[in-house]
């Protein structure tokens, strides 16, 4: 029965169906629709009409063949209408008489062009029709769409590469007011102009979408060779086409182009090797555009310019020869999360007044700056993912603004975010984090408000501030740095305040040549170095900061650096509190300083700072040594409960005494109590501090100057031998040490260094001033 069967037409087989109950089984059969189905549209699977608006028309794959009872005779259900023509190339020319035998008796109407299909069903003003265009080239056909048919592309394989429609002078297809729900599927549209022709093709196109149209195009590839327009260009008021699943590729010129006012829904396109941007938007244009594929262009990935708009969706943007997605004059798109990723420039590039919003997205691995933004434009760049770029992550430079905030910034090669030549940002909420470079670096005058935001574990400075730059820093966590917390050099200024910095290689923060920044109200602890560092010519207005177990000194002031140190609590650090060296100067006004290894403000190597109104006080050394030629001018301090002394004075150390007298008092005196009891002062200090006292040097056991003894060593360990005073001033005992050859009688503990350290251990300086 089912090989009797088989000789009947659809037609025919739905007639005997009704006979009866057996009947209609073995009709059903997919044997028999299968080869029906192929003859009449020769697809090699099923293709059905969704349930969706708008119209959508896919192939049923191999695996989801079983979820329907027969998918052949379904399909051939949906597209068997009651208009049902077919395009067959040459069909009419008297050489197709098997294909016409093999066709008698349907209800399928055929011609040799579309432009005659598009005719005929224009002529019988039916609802709804379709032409089924089945392999070939069509070419020169003039095809103006203004009704809702459905053009679809009939062959096996993949059945656009066998269905080409192509012209060369004027656009391929077009669509135009009343296509509002034609469809257009699985055909190859061609643009390929003569090169010889003078006729400019700036307006002409592969496909044309017009005003008031809004077709449906999927499953197209869609190709122009012209050097001038778009391969697709869809402008004017009311222009809202879907375009799905279309292949736009080695175009010579713009892939997409939409322009003035219009819109549209452009979804899973794969957009690649365009001369040209891959996309344009232009003049208000406000397409929505999700999950396109758009690659090695030759140009930009995506170019909105001129007030063009739209939305982004999940895009894949990635290996273009210029910015992966470039925003221009006015322009302001929303971005959300793409991936924008391996650019031969950069990632974003938004300038000459740009805007934009990009949002969610991942922006990677490209060769120049993540995100650039110049020319007085002000995108927003939140909770993006910028990472492992070759260069910077953000650049701001040539009076660009922005608000960049909520993003994770890190594995950059150059800074995490660079500021530049007057721009003025918001940076804020992000992580910028193990850069091979420093987190942010201000230079040239750049500016911004910088708050909020976890900067870590980068390779240099987590902060630089140079040339002229003046930022605001606020609130930011700044820590874990390979070197120094917030760096100013070279005339960096601006206001640092209510920071935590803690936990670097190097100092906490860093002032130096002519700098003068406002530091205020931060914490800086748990440096693996200093907590300041003054030097150089360094300025700065430092007030109201806790500063406290840091590896060295509090803050250091060295080489003609002259700071106003003000309200600030200096405390527990594991070496002095504040270090005065090398014509260092300063201010230091009403300041706490407490509790430090050593002594609580040294000063040292012809420094002449100002101390007034201070409180230091606790310190496991002493309260203020002055030493090495060094002097003060002190007022009205109150030095107390220092375990070394009050105020320390070395050998030819004349300190300036103004005003209201300070009140010097309470220190224990461990100096002395440890020579009147006959102790090497070693048994008071180890070789981490340095008690001020006289020292000498003992001739028979050739010291030099850079071992000290000590009074008690003198008399006792070195007793009949030549020896000779020094100085009065800072230093543990070498004896006690256990030093030098002969052992101490006075039971000091042996150490590993081998001279005295009159002064701290200087600081590390920053030299690694590399640039973006």
């Given amino acids: 029965m089912l090989k009797i069967f088989s000789y009947l037409l659809e037609c025919d087989l739905c007639r005997v169906s009704e006979v009866c109950h057996r009947f209609h089984s073995i009709v059903n059969d997919e044997e028999l629709w299968k080869p029906l189905y192929r003859d009449v549209f020769e697809y090699d699977l099923p293709l059905i009409l969704r349930d969706t608006e708008p119209k959508c028309y896919d192939f049923i794959p191999l695996s989801d ?4 009872d027969n998918p052949w ?71 103006s769409i203004d009704t809702s048919v459905t053009i679809i592309g009939a062959a096996p394989g993949n059945v656009r590469d066998h269905v080409i429609i192509e012209r060369d002078s004027k656009s391929t297809v077009v669509f135009i007011s009343g296509s509002n729900s034609a469809y257009l599927g699985y055909v190859t549209l061609k643009f390929s102009p003569d090169i010889t022709s003078c006729v400019p093709h700036h307006h002409h196109y592969a496909l044309e979408i017009t005003d008031h149209s809004s077709p449906v195009i999927q499953h197209c590839r869609i190709k122009s060779t012209s050097v001038v327009g778009a391969a697709v260009c869809v402008s004017g008021s009311g222009a809202d086409p879907t375009i799905k699943n279309c292949l736009i590729k080695d175009c010579e010129n713009v892939g997409l182009y939409v322009t003035d006012y219009a819109t549209g829904v452009y979804e899973d396109n794969e957009i690649s090797g365009n001369a040209l941007a891959g996309i344009w938007v232009k003049n208000h244009a406000t397409p929505i555009m999700r999950r396109n594929h758009i690659h090695h262009g030759r140009d930009v990935g995506v170019f909105t310019f001129e007030n063009g708009m739209g939305y982004f969706d999940s895009c894949d943007i990635h290996n273009n020869r210029i910015a992966g997605f470039e925003v221009k004059a006015g322009a302001n798109p929303t971005v959300v999360c793409c991936e924008i990723h391996h650019g031969q420039t950069g990632g974003i590039y938004v300038h000459e007044n740009g805007r934009g919003q990009f949002i969610g997205n991942k922006i990677h691995s490209n060769n120049f700056a993540g995100v650039w933004i110049t020319s007085n434009s002000d995108p927003t760049i939140r909770k993006n993912e910028i990472y492992n770029g070759h260069q910077g992550g953000v650049y701001i430079f040539g009076d660009g603004r922005g608000l960049i905030e909520h993003n994770n910034i890190h594995g950059n090669a150059l800074a995490g975010i660079q500021i530049r030549t007057n721009s003025n940002p918001i940076v804020r909420h992000n992580k910028i984090h193990h850069g091979e470079h420093g987190g942010i670096y201000l230079h040239e005058k750049g500016q911004g408000l910088i708050e909020e935001n976890e900067i870590y574990a980068n390779t240099l400075a987590g902060v630089w501030i140079t040339t002229g730059s003046t930022p605001v820093l606020r609130r930011n966590r700044i820590h874990s740095g390979k070197q120094v917390g917030v760096y100013f050099y ?6 640092l305040e209510d920071n935590d910095i803690f936990n670097h290689l190097y100092s906490g923060v860093q002032i130096r040549t002519e700098s003068n920044p406002l530091i205020r109200r931060n914490k800086i602890w748990g440096g693996q170095n200093g907590g300041i560092l003054i030097y150089n010519s360094g300025l700065g207005m430092i007030e109201n900061n806790e500063i406290f177990d840091n590896a060295m000194a509090g803050i250091w002031i060295k080489m003609h650096s002259n700071p106003v140190l003000r309200h600030n609590k200096i405390h527990d650090g594991r070496d002095g509190g504040i270090c005065i060296f090398n014509e260092g100067k300063g201010i230091l006004e009403e300041n706490e300083i407490f509790r430090n290894a050593q002594a609580g403000v040294l000063i040292s190597t ?62 224990h005196n461990m100096v002395e109590k440890a020579v009147s009891t006959g102790q090497c002062l070693y048994r008071i200090s180890s070789y981490t501090s340095f008690p001020m006292h006289d020292f000498y040097r003992c001739k028979t056991c050739h010291t030099t100057e850079r071992n000290a003894i000590c009074y008690n060593c003198i008399k006792r360990c070195h007793g009949g031998h030549e020896v000779e005073f020094i100085r009065h001033d800072r230093f543990f005992c070498d004896c006690g040490a256990g030093t030098l050859n002969n052992n101490c009688q006075l039971q000091g503990e042996p150490t590993q260094d081998t001279d005295t350290l009159y002064d701290s251990a200087a600081p590390m300086e920053s030299h690694t001033l590399q640039v973006n």
């Fill in 73 to 143: 005779k379904e399909s051939f259900r949906q597209l068997y209408r009651n208009v049902n023509v077919h395009v067959r190339h040459g069909y009419n020319m008297g050489n197709n008489q098997i294909t016409k035998k093999r066709h008698k008796g349907r209800n399928v109407v055929y011609f040799d062009t579309i432009e005659d299909a598009l005719q005929y069903v224009d002529s019988l003003m039916a609802y709804d029709p379709v032409i089924f265009v089945h392999s070939g080239v069509y070419q020169g056909e003039v095809l």
């Fill in 65 to 68: 063949l079983g979820k329907y």
């Fill in 606 to 667: 012809e420094s002449h700072p100002i101390l007034r109104r201070n409180r230091i006080y606790d310190g496991l050394a002493a309260g203020v040594e002055i030493t090495n030629n060094a002097t003060a001018t002190l007022e009205a301090n109150k030095i107390f409960n220092n375990r070394f002394g009050g105020l320390c004075l070395a050998s030819g150390v004349k300190p300036t005494f103004e005003g209201r007298e300070n009140v010097i008092t309470g220190n």
């Fill in 490 to 495: 070279d005339n960096g200024h601006g206001v």
